[in-house]
């Protein structure tokens, strides 16, 4: 069972990552919030959850030891998979996310785009009592300015189609922003999914 890999990275899209560890390239599915994390070249180290089908063998990387908890503990939840727990954890800050479990907040958690009010309640009343144990960093928010160039406007917007929102819903969400030249990706991104998790 892999729990942590150390390696060089190869190639990062906001779905996944490939490391070359020791000669061997290792797929990992991750958050957005790891995506954000991530340089986009160097070594890094990630804590891996190893998810084990008949089918399939898969790896899920994560850059605090807390994201990797909350995503077991959302695995936990009978009716929530690998790809559900994952579009939870990057949507919602890992924060945002135990307060809002905590508090029993399932109007909240059905902000996330596939999470209905009947998948909300049943996280909030799997967990509530269990997200205590979780160890858990504040990560905050921030606010960003906004207007980019063309090249990252098209990325940021593959980039939200790819999380499962709608085309023309992600564009007027990006048109709307107020960004200064030279915003990174990872900046437009976040902002974009405030206004359309809104």
Known sequence: MIALLNGQLVQKTVSQVILDVGGVGYRLLIPLSTYYALPDEGTVRLQVHTHVREDAL?????HTEAEKDLFCLLLSVSGVGPKVALNILSHLPTAELR???SQGNAKH????PGIGKKTAERLVLELREKIGRVEFTDIGSTQFPASATPDLQDDALSA????????NLSRKALEGLNLPPGTPLEDILKQALKVLMR
């Open 109 to 112: 958690l059905a902000t996330v």
């Open 58 to 62: 898969l790896l899920f990387g994560f």
């Open 160 to 167: 939200l189609i790819n999380l499962g929102y709608k085309e």
């Open 99 to 101: 307060q809002a479990l």
